[in-house]
């Protein structure tokens, strides 16, 4: 069902991280489901992560251990998440026994889960699939450790790209995970980007969240916010300058060099979401700030009603006002507001454009891609976040999610 | 599709309303799509309206008209919404036909719309509708007026209660339509109740604020609230003391009497929501104030997640977790945070609770109405909306609305 997604390509390998994939079996049967990530030292780990009150016992225990690091272990099928403090201990527990395979620290392995919450890891299973990824452990582990991480995805989901800073070829690979439950708040599901840049600790974070507001805070699929959503960013420190401020040219440098690839695997994640036949931009214009200009957006993707519409390629665009009217922006003038799809302009000043003719509409909706344009008529703002409609698949997947 | 709801039973006249109906043939075709109510003087009519940016034209008006009045017309299939200057014109002048036709002032004619945004109303239609609802018009017309007002609605709702003002007996009839589109702020999509009690002007609109507070404002379907969202109730004044503040023992026992009613009309919304195969009642004790157990409350009800859950009745109680967590409550500790289904403890401290067994709350999701109960551990208040669940049929509905 995913729209227009590219296939992974070939993933570069990153100087200084081996990846590694096994068969664990902590829920799914004959597939991989856990990867690790092995940094050399002076290896940074920079992360952001789910405002969810109900953060998982990983994500508690990732956050904690950004910074210097020296592996990661990701599994697919269990979120461990509602797990309390046996679901910590065997966070700890995971961490350990990798920490102990590699002769790093405890607090040197930062753990990730995804999948069903409310039940506690195999932990059999888990170590298990630490030894099989560790003996599988190579620099071009990154399209397994994509597939490894899957859930309700079709299709794994990675690139690599390559750019300068101050003149050293700087190489990146990232990967995401997740198509449901997706609203990001900080950070999308689950993504792993790996560079060779030199990032200093107290940068990555920051790194780290400033993408994340470019890219997976400006999507969503259901509205709905994980327990365990973190994207990091592994640093080896093989290539290009030591970057320890965010105030200096190498940094803007990496920032501008790794935002098209957040952007664009924030767009695989729609375009993967669950049951999703359209991939749609909404764009908001003429805001007085961004944050308003963001509740519209939001407000019209996350609307059952106008997300139906968008999947049965009708031009209902009354929807696309009830969901305009009811976001939560103070005086609102429906009177400047304008409407189009694509090129067709369907509203101007609140009302049905003197142009307007349905089927030119009907066929813009017909398109896999398109943008809902809205000009608010008040301010200079503007902002844009990518969604996907409401399918019946959308139901079925999530009904039988668990069968 | 509706879950449990009740047919109309018998409606009672209320003296000093007269009521009508018609085939007007705005949209729809072989089918009641118009209705008037004529009201003797001194009556008096109340209301509370959507809080939408987008309101239509005939909210406008009728928000304006509420006090004194001698008539309202209601018609469904047009919501005349996002229509400008034109779409107030065309509400004024049906609201002046009727005025006309009954000796009455422009100024004293409701007018309310049903049904598609964007589009302009069909005049023609209109007049002959509103003079053939007045031939039809008598005491008896409530239930026709009820199949009227109907648009994706599977069943009319309408019911009659009678209590005692000082000893007084007065005789209330209401009637709800809306089946999708429905997260009311304010009001529902249109409601009407027509009562003998004696109300002036100034307690009207009070009087449907505090009901809508404690009835139609606790209900949602989709999220999604309209642009003609309505509540109004008409007060024909032949029975009972004259009530003219609410500072007063009559004021307390008029609302007392009509709250069952319109809590009535409220969960047959629900039921008769759009694809509804469950009635699910979320309560949220423990809050810090009631607007945090409401948007506790209303997270959950809205979450995609949660609705596919109940409607495949798949105890993925982790789904409820998730919307707990991204509820808009600071400092929420999850540790504090227990979760019922109906009679079976799913979660204590945040985690599974030690008593859980799968097959008891998968037993409770099988019944066609059930209560989610959240404890949240931190204060006294307390909430409860209704709510329906997430099915294809759902999806059907509003992929075809318009076709």
């Known amino acids: 069902m995913a729209v227009n997604l590219p296939s992974m390509g070939e993933l570069l390998p990153i100087e200084g991280i081996r990846v590694g994939a096994a068969e664990a079996g ?17 290896s940074t780990v920079g992360g952001v992560f789910t405002q969810s009150a109900f953060r998982a016992p990983p994500v508690l225990l990732a ?46 392995v930062l753990p990730f889960s995804t999948g069903v919450i409310g039940e506690f890891l195999d932990m059999e299973a888990m170590r298990r699939g630490i030894d099989l990824a560790l003996n599988h452990a190579n620099a071009d582990g990154w399209a397994d450790a994509a597939r490894a991480i899957m859930t309700t995805d079709t299709e794994p989901k990675a690139l690599s790209g390559r750019f300068e800073i101050d003149g050293t070829q700087i190489t990146a690979t990232g990967m995401v995970k997740g198509s449901g439950m997706i609203r990001p708040d900080m950070a999308t599901m689950l993504a792993f980007l790996g560079t060779d840049a030199t990032i200093a600790p107290a940068v990555a974070n920051q790194l780290a969240r400033e993408l994340a507001e470019r890219s997976f805070n400006r999507l969503t699929i259901d509205g709905d916010t994980s327990t365990n959503d973190s994207f990091v960013i592994m640093a080896s420190g093989k290539a290009g300058p030591a970057i320890s401020s965010t105030d200096s040219s190498a940094y803007r440098d990496l920032l501008a060099g790794l935002e098209p690839m957040v952007v664009e695997l924030a767009e695989r994640t729609v375009r993967d979401g669950e049951g999703a036949t359209k991939f749609v931009t909404i764009e908001v214009n003429g805001g007085r700030d961004a944050a308003e200009c963001l509740d519209v957006a939001y407000t019209i993707a996350h609307s059952p009603l106008v997300k139906t519409a968008i999947f049965a390629g009708d031009p209902n665009w009354g929807r696309f006002c009830m969901a305009i009217g009811r976001a939560p922006v103070v005086d609102l003038d429906p009177s400047k507001v304008a409407l189009f799809l694509d090129e067709v302009q369907i509203a101007a000043d609140g009302l049905v454009a003197p142009t307007y003719e349905e089927p030119k509409a009907a066929a813009v909706m017909e398109r ?3 943008v809902v344009r809205v000009e608010l008529g008040r301010g200079d703002a503007s902002e844009r976040v990518w969604t996907s409609d409401l399918s019946y698949e959308y139901v079925k997947i999530n009904a039988e999610y668990r069968t």
């Open 26 to 42: 902590v829920r799914y049967r004959d597939r991989l489901d856990l990867a690790v990530w092995v940094l050399e030292e002076d």
């Open 63 to 108: 956050a904690e251990r950004c910074g210097a690091a020296r592996a990661l272990v990701a599994n697919a099928g269990n979120a461990n998440a509602a797990t309390g403090e046996r679901g910590i201990a065997d966070a700890m527990a995971s961490c350990k026994y990798l920490a102990d395979a590699i002769g790093a620290a405890d607090t040197e």
């Open 368 to 370: 896999d891609e398109y």
